[in-house]
């Protein structure tokens, strides 16, 4: 588990190799990552964009960037968490992400970036 805080927002990062969906044979390995995000700051504050990048052993990098996370633009009050699930494939059984939420203050319209811990994705034999 990752976790940091930027401005009174944790972003929480759980990560799960999915066997059932992953091809090795073919390098096709999926994996699905679980994001909390808990705003312990004294504003309501919503969830606009994402913009990840994900790095593979193999040496290739992809950028994903655009609106939300999975379909959603969380509002959260203080003390409220927001959590989803969601997942990448990698062509090795290795590799890493790491990101950022655009996040708009409500109060004044105040625009500030939220980083995503790195975290790393990894088959679990590679571990031995």
Partial sequence: MNTTTT????VTVTTNYLPDY???GQEHYVFAYKIDIRNN???TVKLLRRHWYIYDANGVTREVEGEGV????????????HQ??????????????RGTYQMERLV??????VDI???????????N
């Fill in 70 to 81: 999975v379909g959603q633009q969380p509002t959260l009050e203080p003390g409220d968490s």
């Fill in 7 to 10: 401005q009174g927002v944790t």
């Fill in 84 to 97: 989803y699930v969601s997942g990448c494939n990698l062509k090795s059984g290795l590799g890493k992400m």
């Fill in 41 to 43: 700051g004294e504003y």
């Fill in 22 to 24: 992953s091809s090795p």
């Fill in 117 to 127: 811990p790195e975290f790393t994705l990894v088959v679990p034999y590679r571990l």
């Fill in 108 to 113: 004044d319209g105040k625009e500030f970036t």
